[in-house]
């Protein structure tokens, strides 16, 4: 059973940084090769819809970046421990919501997946509130 367990959100104030953390364990089947699978991030604020926030290729040379968040956060990996982080930077009260990590097989480590029904495995989210 493969789980994803984020942590590191929290209250920061508007200007602020934090950086969110999602260790991937529980892989059983033979073969596996962390490389072949992409991550991202994604977050839901109340009352709309989950977007895509960054994604990251299963090798970490390939990144997408909502528009809203470009210059300001930055996706990255480290395989040897099956982690994702996100580094969020000049944080503003829109970013205000729960962030997801996100896990799925994409057969490649060049390309991201970039839609949801891509991703076979979520974490239980972290909440993120931006407020002075």
């Known amino acids: 059973q493969v789980q994803l367990v984020e942590s590191g959100g929290g209250l920061v104030q508007p200007g602020g940084s934090l950086t969110l953390s999602c260790a991937a364990s529980?892989?059983?089947?033979?073969?596996?090769?962390?490389?072949?699978?992409?991550m991202s991030w994604y977050r839901q604020a109340p009352g709309k819809e989950r977007e895509l926030v960054a994604t990251i290729s299963g090798g970490g040379s390939n990144t997408n970046y909502v528009d809203s968040v470009k210059g300001r956060f930055t996706i990255s990996r480290d395989n040897a421990k099956n982690t994702v982080y996100l580094q969020m930077n000049s944080l503003k009260p829109e970013d205000t919501a729960v962030y997801y990590c996100?896990?799925?097989?994409?057969?490649?480590?060049?390309?991201?997946?970039?839609?949801?029904?891509?991703?076979?495995?979520w974490g239980q989210g972290t909440q993120v509130t931006v407020s002075s």
């Open positions: 529980g892989f059983r089947f033979a073969n596996y090769d962390f490389n072949n699978y992409a």
């Open positions: 996100a896990l799925g097989n994409s057969g490649t480590p060049y390309y991201p997946l970039l839609r949801q029904y891509e991703y076979d495995y």
